[in-house]
């Protein structure tokens, strides 16, 4: 799942999502006061430009350049609000922080035997900040997936939460329904997520 595939699977077609922003972040992010924000897998800049119309300032970082172009054009009046960011965060770590709140939702970050990547964002997480991530329920995959697609090669949010340390509060660490349909193609029913807020401690 690198660059090559996300612009060939951005480029079939028109338009990939929705343009609304994802269920999760609506739910988990609404009442937190704006700030600096990471959007991790931005895409086509639905949550991006959701989180920068309430005000937040967005670093909005994908791995397909494709994906960028389709959301700095639809950025409009919002260009002093986020910043679009070509990034693999398999090979370079996530733009300088701290961040008000990092959000990951349906990130297919795979793993890898130091977590590196995944310690560059949870080391994003400004003390005090949030981190929000957010998953499709593993038991809904099917084990012949059309792209090689297995959930265990990548993090899930139970395997975030084992890395956070005493300077975290997990706030929300759980299972429920989607409150929007699945993309079409697919049958994810149910959401995996995970909401942790740093300390003023260091450390992740």
Aim: proline fraction near 10%.
């Amino acid at each position: 799942m690198d660059a090559q595939f996300w612009n060939e699977l951005y480029g079939g077609r028109e338009q990939l999502w929705s343009g609304a922003p994802n269920g999760v972040l609506v739910t988990e992010v609404t009442g937190l006061p704006p700030g600096r924000a990471l959007d991790v897998g931005c895409g086509e800049g639905g949550d991006a430009l959701w989180l920068a119309r309430r005000g937040w300032q967005v670093t909005a970082i994908d791995i397909s350049s494709i994906a960028l172009e389709r959301a700095a054009a639809a950025t409009g009046a919002l260009t002093d609000r986020v910043t679009w960011s070509h990034t693999d965060l398999t090979s370079a770590p996530p733009p300088a922080g701290p961040f008000d709140l990092v959000s990951a939702q349906y990130f297919p970050l795979p793993h890898q035997p130091d977590h590196t990547a995944l310690r560059g964002l949870l080391d994003a997480v400004a003390p005090g900040g949030t981190l929000l991530f957010a998953g499709h329920d593993p038991a809904e995959f099917p084990p012949d997936d059309e792209h090689g697609f297995h959930p265990d090669d990548f993090y899930q949010p139970a395997d975030v939460a084992k890395l956070l340390d005493e300077s975290w509060t997990v706030l929300v660490d759980e299972t429920r329904p989607r409150t929007a349909p699945a993309p079409p193609g697919t049958h994810h029913t149910r959401d995996v997520v995970l909401r942790a807020r740093r300390g003023s401690g260091s450390g992740s």
